[in-house]
């Protein structure tokens, strides 16, 4: 192992600069950059600027010319998933619409008058803003069926399965199903007994459901329920008998007040309920193995971290050489008896030389080198291994003794890879 000398200084002529500065005392200063330069610079500071003003003007008037984020059956929506198309078709035949967004809006158009509730999806509401919303209306269309709406809102009707067939007709004594005709229903609705004797309809019944079905809910508001996703959107409105099934529903009588369209936000998500605190939802031994362990944190940042005042470079009286340093080392050794240790020190040494000699990289491991030394010289491999890495001295002569076959071992190696009359 090459070892350096320790404390060891770099030591220049008087008067010559140090530290790597190569300024003397006659040279010029740099000069400062022109008037030319400094309007180049200027320029093109000034184009980058009107460049990302102009980009940021351009992605405003984007987002204002954007229509508004909108979902599923929104009567605003122009994608596929919409129901624009629908909303002007009724605005068309006379019946106006108030769009709402938020559950204070819906509540308030609501209780101006009798006014029928449009619904789309109730994903985000909860029971009891959803049974708020629909109580306030004098009747209520909910397009979308999910599996808690029938249940909640209509005793003894529940969700059943998607409709995965052709068109079903009506066969119901509803006007607007039966003069609609048939429509591929999407997901349909079970009414029990006690439901239909209390004087639920279900229409477009298969295999013992409906895709429709009109009852008073548990709220005393009249609702029709009908997963219209696949009916009344944009991308089907105008397939089988979906548009006269969709006007028979929502077009009131002359002179009813307006259609009342919701779309909840997602503000509303927890409209009327408190979110639980993290207080709430974690166990009660939490807290305090928290504080433990910040507070064990803390007493091992100051015990790990104290110091007894600021580091001070200090330069050594004297420089001292290499072989003194390693004389000192060896003497330590000596002292100690830890003949294994300076055995190791001497294998690292010859280790790292061997690698050069063989060409190896940096990477490779002590097997490695000593298998390619063995191949080298045509020597046992098992020996070379002895010799390299598992060999222990036992006392100072056999440390001497290891020493030196470490050095025929390199001086073999040296000259099996070099050509003859090449200086090493």
Sequence with gaps: MRLEPAGATTTTPAGAPRGGDTSASGAM???????????RIAGWSAIVVALLLLASIGVLVQQAM????????????VGPSGAQALARVLEA???????????????????????????????????????????????????????????MLIDGASAARFHAGDAVPARCELPAPRAAGPVIPGRMIELSAAAEAAGAIGCYPNEGAFGLVRAR????????LIDAGALFSNAHIVEEGNAALALGLLRPAAGA??????????????????????????PDWVTPAIVLLLCAGIVAAIWRGRRFGPLVAERLPVTVRAAETTEG????????????????????????????????????????????????????PRAIRA??????????????????????????????????????
């Design 217 to 224: 809910s548990v709220v005393d508001t009249p609702v029709t």
């Design 257 to 282: 007040p307006p259609l009342v369209w919701y779309v909840p936000a997602l503000a509303d998500a927890d409209a009327g309920a408190e979110p639980p605190t993290l207080g709430e939802l974690t």
């Design 329 to 380: 080392r060896a003497r330590l050794y000596a002292r100690g008896r830890d003949a294994v240790h300076a055995a190791d020190q001497l294998r690292i040494g010859a280790l790292e030389r061997l690698a050069r000699a063989l060409g190896l990289g940096p990477a490779a491991a002590a097997p490695e080198i000593a298998d390619a030394a063995a191949a080298q010289i045509g020597a046992d």
């Design 93 to 151: 035949e006379g019946t106006p619409i108030v769009i709402v967004r938020d559950r204070a809006a819906a509540l308030r158009e609501l209780g101006r008058g009798d006014a029928t509730l449009v619904l789309g999806d109730t994903a985000s509401l909860s029971d009891a803003t959803l049974l708020d919303v629909v109580a306030a209306a004098s009747e209520a269309v909910l397009l979308q069926v999910r599996s808690r709406l029938p249940e």
């Design 66 to 77: 954007r229509p508004p984020e909108t979902g599923v059956l929104d009567p605003q929506g």
């Design 29 to 39: 200063p740099p000069a400062s950059p022109g008037p030319a330069r400094r309007r």
């Design 387 to 424: 010799i390299l890495l598992t060999e222990l001295p036992a006392s100072d002569a056999q440390l001497v003794a290891l020493s030196d076959r470490l050095i025929d071992l390199e001086t073999a190696v040296r000259r099996a890879t070099r050509p003859e009359g090449t200086q090493p």
